[in-house]
Nanobody, 120 residues
Framework: QVQLVESGGGLVQAGGSLRLSCAAS????????MAWYRQAPGKQRDLVAT???????NYADSVKGRFTISRDNAKNTVYLQMNTLKPEDTAVYYC??????????????WGQGTQVTVSS
């Protein structure tokens, strides 16, 4: 099995910064895509940023220029650096991983979610 453990959420004032981390462990042969999604109350879960194993990134328009996704392949960890936070960034943030397990199964997993609250 595979586990994802997120950390780094919290309460911050508008204009502040936070860094989220998500570490994957378990039966992992190789990780393809690592990503962050977020879900605000009463809304659907939306993509924030993705990063392929080759380093290609993709961002939601609402976070371009403010958020940066990165990954440490040696640690099977993905990060989300969030700068110039706005109240509308308030949501539960979920990491997502698409990987190949040692049993050759291509699988996807979600983190448990971490709350980010930005006060005005």
């Amino acid at each position: 099995q595979v586990q994802l453990v997120e950390s780094g959420g919290g309460l911050v004032q508008a204009g502040g910064s936070l860094r989220l981390s998500c570490a994957a462990s378990g039966s992992i042969f190789t990780i393809n895509t690592m990503a962050w999604y977020r879900q605000a109350p009463g809304k659907q879960r939306d993509l924030v940023a993705t990063m392929s194993n080759s380093g290609t990134t993709n961002y939601a328009d609402s976070v371009k220029g403010r958020f940066t996704i990165s990954r440490d392949n040696a640690k099977n960890t993905v990060y989300l650096q969030m700068n110039t936070l706005k109240p509308e960034d308030t949501a539960v943030y979920y990491c997502y991983v698409r990987l190949m397990r040692y049993d050759s199964r291509l699988s996807q997993y979600w983190g448990q979610g971490t709350q980010v609250t930005v006060s005005s």
